[in-house]
């Protein structure tokens, strides 16, 4: 059971924008940068963007990550079929003393 | 272009040693965290740990006492050894560089823990 929590699922027509929520603690997301991953179906994950918005080059900008509190975003704007896959957030947690993974979301591209 | 390429036995005994080892190529593994990450079938990740290119390491406290990750930069190899393992441990296991898997990625290898 992860500390940090995202929707099962969302959903977007091509060209809407979508959130993907993270809900953490003063532990983990309060005190610490975000990471996101993509896994696209049947391939090993990848780092997107973390909360500062920072991220390898390659990844579009229409990606943007964010932060308030104990919560943390990654928004996708523009969707794109592409896009179509499972998003991880994830955080170091002080109290745990591990770098956690959040529930996963799935994004379908309607 | 940096590669990593996860090898080792796809099935492993109850009770038995999990090991597996990353292969790099296409770049060194000086001056770079090494990590292992790995998903259960239908699962979300989970962090394993990780290793330096001196050799310090930092591991998931769930599996501390079972876990341990060495490298031998000669070969420019780094590895995983996972002892006592049951059948929660069957996943496929990713080995990635930097400390949370922030840079590239292997495949990814599925490893089952069946008798």
């Known amino acids: 059971q992860s500390v940090l929590t995202q929707p099962p699922s969302a959903s977007g027509t091509p060209g809407q924008r979508v959130t993907i929520s993270c809900s953490g603690s003063?532990?983990?997301?309060?005190?610490?940068?975000v990471n996101w991953y993509q896994q696209l179906p049947g391939t090993a994950p990848k780092f997107l963007i973390n909360?500062?918005?920072q991220g390898p080059s390659g990844v579009p900008d229409r990606l943007s990550g964010s932060k308030s509190g104990t919560s943390a975003s990654l928004a996708i704007s523009g969707l794109q079929p592409e896009d179509e896959a499972d998003y991880y957030c994830?955080?170091?947690?002080?109290?745990?003393?591990?770098?956690?993974f959040g529930t996963g979301t799935k994004v379908t591209v309607l | 272009q940096v590669q990593l390429q996860e090898s080792g036995p796809g099935l492993v005994k109850p009770s038995e040693t999990l090991s597996l080892t990353c292969t790099v190529s296409?770049?060194?593994?000086?001056?770079?965290?090494w990590s292992w990450i790995r998903q259960p079938p239908g699962k979300g990740l989970e962090w394993l740990g990780y290793?330096?290119?001196?050799?310090?390491?930092?591991?998931n406290p769930s599996l501390k006492s079972r876990v341990t990750i060495s490298i031998d930069t000669s070969k420019n190899q780094f590895s995983l050894r996972l002892t006592s393992v049951s059948a929660a441990d069957t996943a496929t296991y990713y080995c990635?560089?930097?400390?949370f898997g922030e840079g590239y990625w292997g495949q990814g290898t599925l490893v089952t823990v069946s008798s």
């Open positions: 990635a560089r930097d400390r």
């Open positions: 003063n532990s983990n997301i309060g005190i610490n940068p």
């Open positions: 290793i330096y290119s001196s050799g310090s390491t930092d591991y």
């Open positions: 296409g770049g060194s593994l000086n001056s770079y965290y």
């Open positions: 994830a955080a170091w947690d002080g109290g745990l003393n591990s770098y956690v």
């Open positions: 909360s500062k918005n």
